[in-house]
């Protein structure tokens, strides 16, 4: 027991190596140890950021406007590290298949940073990067933890032992990515806006042509809204499905069933392309191919926010309405004129299970494999 100890304290002092650091990096919280003057222990999870201080790694973490019972200067973790320095951060992934579980531990010494002290504004701005929670909280105006001389270890589970550390997320992917369905009737039941944002950050890591991100979001929440976007679309489609010649009655019908969706689900997100940014052309193929690449980027976008929305444990529905009609959008959300409505995702609680499309078997996916 005292040998393992001793040999744990020892790689425990040796510095952290990139991958540890990507994997620190990339996790959004991770369990932070301090101890006050005689030795008691505390831990607490902490949402946190990495940023580079001479060339060394440092970990900051904000007091920031969480609810809390004490003041600041109070708290626990602020008292612990104003009194002894040493502090622990653990950051791991966890998840049922134990093959694939995955930890770093990093020690180093905390120091309390007031807002006009050297480094506390890039704290800022690196946690505002990570979190778009803290764009509305005011954390630069309050004193955050940072963590510097970090040392470490890392574990993982026998699946990644001949392999890297795990990225975010890979735990459940492939259930993640599975249980994503297409949802069409929702609860009439609110979301939390924070989920909403978190979903649209998301969609904004995917990769786009030349990293030009061409697509902005339009978030229609207001019922009164949702009802004229409804009313907007829904004068264009009954023209289109006359067109059509369908039965008037299968028209009233369908119409109403996309209407209920765009009345119950709280929340519609409007993907929309924006070109400005890309590459312009004298050519029309390569003017085609870059406006391609941005529908592509689109689609890559919207996955992205969809998978956010159902691992937060919510539902969403694809509906390609607005891309029929996308003046009839623009003008019913007053959007701006270089924006071009695509798709319209409306987000909820899915108000029952709905039915799982199978998919093509993988031998009909792979057409050649040389
Ligand atoms: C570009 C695009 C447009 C879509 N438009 C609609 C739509 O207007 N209405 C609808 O009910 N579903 C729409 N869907 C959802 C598909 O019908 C659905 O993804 C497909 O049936 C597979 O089911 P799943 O998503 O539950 O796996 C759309 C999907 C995509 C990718």
Known sequence: MTVAHRADTKTLRRPLTEEELAFVRERRVGRLATADETGTPAVV??????????????????????????????????????????????????????????????????????????????????????YPQYARMAIETRPMIAIASLTGTSWRGAAQAEGPLPRPGTVDLAALV?????????????????????AIAAAGWAPSPHGRQPWRFAVVEAPERRA?????????????????????????????????RLHTAPVLIVPCLYLADLDPYPDPDRRTAEATMAVQSLGAAVQNLLLTVHAAGLDAGWMCAPLFCPDVVRDALALDAALVPHALIAVGYAAKDPVRRDRLPLDDLIVSWR
């Open 45 to 130: 999870p902490i949402c946190y950021a990495v940023i580079e201080r001479d060339g060394e790694p440092v970990v900051v973490s904000a007091l920031d406007e969480k609810p809390k019972r004490v003041t600041d200067a109070e708290l626990a973790r602020v008292r612990h590290i104003r009194a002894r320095p040493e502090v622990a951060l653990v950051v791991d992934d966890y998840g049922e298949d134990w093959e694939r579980l995955a930890f770093v531990h990093l020690r180093g010494l905390a120091r309390v940073v007031d807002p006009a002290e050297v480094g506390h504004e890039e704290g800022v701005e690196a946690l505002r990067a990570k």
């Open 178 to 198: 599975r249980g994503r369905r297409s949802v069409r009737a929702f609860q009439d039941r609110p979301i939390p806006r924070a989920l909403v944002e978190q």
């Open 228 to 260: 004229a976007l409804a009313d907007a679309m829904a004068a264009t489609w009954r023209a289109q499905l006359a067109l059509d010649g369908q039965d008037a009655v299968v028209v009233q019908l369908r119409l109403d069933k996309s209407r209920e």
